[in-house]
């Protein structure tokens, strides 16, 4: 891991409802419930965080069948970008 400054673990939801989701988020020694992070972090902090994602994720956004945008790709990836996209209001990070 070396210079590995966030680490994103979890599984919470793989065995419910299949998908998992970002429940917490730690920010500046913090944990914060996810809906809580644009209240306690700086936007500045969110955009360098949604960059970094940007440019070091696999994961995409497709429009299915119900013209519905769902996360395609690695779990957590994909965990990451509906935070980004659902609870801290960014648009589609798929176009960046």
């Known amino acids: 891991m070396g210079g590995a ?17 970002l429940i917490e988020c730690w920010v500046n020694n913090e944990t914060y419930k996810t809906e809580e992070v644009l209240a306690n972090t700086s936007q500045s902090q969110i955009r360098d965080f949604m960059q970094a994602f940007i440019y070091n994720c696999t994961s995409s956004f497709i429009t299915n069948e119900h013209n519905k945008q769902v996360s395609v790709g690695n779990p957590t990836e994909c965990a ?17």
């Open 5 to 21: 400054d966030e680490i994103c673990t979890d599984k919470t939801g793989t065995l419910t409802s299949g998908k998992m989701s």
């Open 80 to 96: 990451i970008a509906n935070a980004l996209k659902d609870n801290w209001m960014l648009e589609a990070i798929d176009e960046q």
